[in-house]
């Protein structure tokens, strides 16, 4: 299976500010079509999960401009261009190349 | 609207069983991937099982040969059927739509909480 790794796991932020989240797999997350199968997901508190981020970089429908993704191979961040309270709750990265799918241990984004 | 209504769950004892539904509404379960995601309190997202447009099916390993997903095209609906539950299942489980290949999951359902408890 691949190991889905995220850093921090714990994420203070102050509101206007900018943050960043890693997620790292024990494999590359390439597949032969191009596409890093590397999606983003936000889970407010309460809660069902939202997509944010599919494709490594593709922003999803309704989501704000200030979330980007990027990355390649094995290594991928979430970026907040400048962090809105009502994005508190906890951030997931997900790996699609393959079954089993699997999750990052998420980090909880928290306002100081 | 777009959207994955949930039914199902509760309380079942170990070793029982349990059957959550996903309706859709707003679009045609056809053409994607869907897929069921649970969620221990407290703790990560850990994916359980999809089936592709044509009827195909995955598994994660813990659940393999004790659940079982379908979809109802007729009904727009899919299900999980969960036998041999163990304290282990207890979960909320949510109901997520994917694009095919799995990935992009841009709907979900409100999720369902399992318990599994004697």
């Known amino acids: 299976d691949i190991v889905m790794t995220q850093s921090p796991l714990s994420l203070p932020v102050t509101p206007g500010e900018p943050a960043s989240i890693s997620c790292r797999s024990s494999q590359s997350l390439l597949h032969s079509n191009g596409n890093h199968y590397l999606d983003w997901y936000l889970q407010k508190p309460g809660q069902s999960p939202q997509l944010l981020i599919y494709?490594?970089?593709n922003r999803a429908s309704g989501v704000p401009d200030r979330f980007s993704g990027s990355g390649s191979g094995t290594d991928f961040t979430l970026k907040i261009s400048r962090v809105e309270s009502e994005d508190v709750g906890v951030f997931y990265c997900?790996?699609?190349?393959?079954?089993?799918?699997?999750f990052g241990g998420g980090t909880r984004v928290a306002i100081k | 609207e777009v959207q994955l209504v949930q039914r199902g769950g509760g309380l079942v004892q170990p070793g029982g069983s349990l059957r959550l539904s996903c309706a859709a509404s707003?679009?045609?379960?056809?053409?994607?991937?869907m897929q069921w995601v649970r969620q221990a309190p407290g703790k990560g997202l850990v994916w359980v099982s999809r089936i592709d447009n044509e009827g195909r099916t995955k598994y994660a390993d813990s659940v393999k040969g004790r659940f079982t997903i379908s979809r109802d095209n007729a009904k727009n609906t899919f299900y999980l059927q969960m036998y041999s539950l163990r304290a282990e299942d207890a979960a909320v489980y949510y109901c997520a739509r994917g694009a095919p290949g799995s990935y992009k999951f841009d709907q979900w359902g409100q999720g369902t909480l399992v318990t599994v408890s004697s």
């Open positions: 494709l490594g970089s």
């Open positions: 707003g679009f045609i379960l056809d053409y994607y991937w």
């Open positions: 997900m790996q699609a190349l393959e079954t089993p799918l699997t």
